[in-house]
């Protein structure tokens, strides 16, 4: 189904497919846990940004690859291309529409040791998984 989401000033909007009953993950690294970030990995095809390109502002940090993108105007980070699946999108379950979830599973990543994890997130981001 399509998920309708955006930024808290509604500048930035885009939707995602997923199903109703959603798989988000939880990391408790640096940047993820300062900013209540709960991820809903998909492949760069379920992924579209209707508007509000022009708002959108990139951090990088470490290794810079994670392209962490941010409303310029209200600071809310909607999603982002993650390091560890650069072929997708990291959406911010939180800033879905709640009216088409069911249900979400939440399944902790140990994102203060990436590195040794990081692996088993690639799949996600892949047409199919």
Request: charged share 20%; net charge neutral; proline share 5%.
């Amino acid at each position: 189904m399509v998920h309708a989401g955006a930024c808290h000033c509604h500048r930035v909007r885009f939707e995602v497919d997923a199903p109703a009953r959603i798989q988000a993950i939880r990391c408790n690294c640096s940047i993820c846990t300062m900013s209540g970030f709960l991820h809903l990995i998909v492949p760069a095809s379920r992924f579209r940004l209707l508007a509000g390109a022009e708002y959108l502002t990139t951090y990088t940090f470490n290794t810079r690859s994670a392209k962490h993108t941010f409303c310029k105007v209200c600071g809310i980070k909607p999603f982002y291309v993650p390091r560890s699946n650069p072929d997708g999108y990291s959406v911010n379950l939180n800033c879905l529409d709640p009216s088409g979830i069911e249900n979400i599973d939440i399944e902790e990543f140990d994102g203060r040791h990436w590195e040794e994890g990081a692996e088993a997130l690639a799949p996600l981001s892949r047409d199919g998984s």
